[in-house]
């Protein structure tokens, strides 16, 4: 019973982390400094906003396993092939994401206006960068760790 409550409690916090990350891609872009004299098409429409919301993809398919994953775990369905695809899905987009944000980061670092300083979202891009580095380790050393499980338990369902 409690461990069906912490995993419902930890899948609503992914769902509401990822109405969060929807709501700051919706608004920020109209709170922008660039932004202050455009119509909401032209906001919309810049090639670097649709870039971001483009990288947020695997942000949300990693939210997405992740979610499927918690409910594998709620179901006593932890040691399945189920939950190490998850892991995959999930390692494989925090290393998508990590790659999407360093090109953004060398963008705007090589195309940056000549008055505007980018040291605050580069540095904001190597953290979130190392953030998803660190997410997909992780990510990739609890599969290897789920696999070596699934697989012990299947030898031991074909010796019984």
Request: hydrophobic fraction near 60%; proline fraction near 2%.
């Amino acid at each position: 019973m409690i461990k069906r409550i912490s995993t419902v409690f930890l899948q609503v916090v992914v769902v509401l982390i990822g109405l969060v990350a929807l709501t700051i891609l919706i608004v920020m872009p109209t709170k922008e400094g660039r932004a202050a004299n455009l119509d909401l098409f032209h906001i919309y429409a810049d090639p670097f906003i649709l870039y971001g919301y483009a990288a947020s993809i695997a942000f949300f398919v990693a939210l997405f396993k992740a979610f499927k994953l918690l409910g594998y775990i709620g179901q006593n369905q932890v040691f399945s092939l189920n939950s190490v695809k998850a892991l995959k899905g999930i390692k494989y987009c925090a290393l998508i994401l990590a790659a999407a944000i360093v090109l953004a980061g060398v963008f705007i670092k090589i195309f940056h206006d000549k008055e505007d300083d980018p040291a605050g979202f580069l540095g904001l891009c190597m953290v979130i960068t190392f953030a998803c580095v660190v997410v997909a380790t992780a990510s990739a050393i609890f599969e290897k760790i789920l696999q070596n499980a699934v697989d012990m338990k299947s030898e031991n369902d074909l010796t019984i």
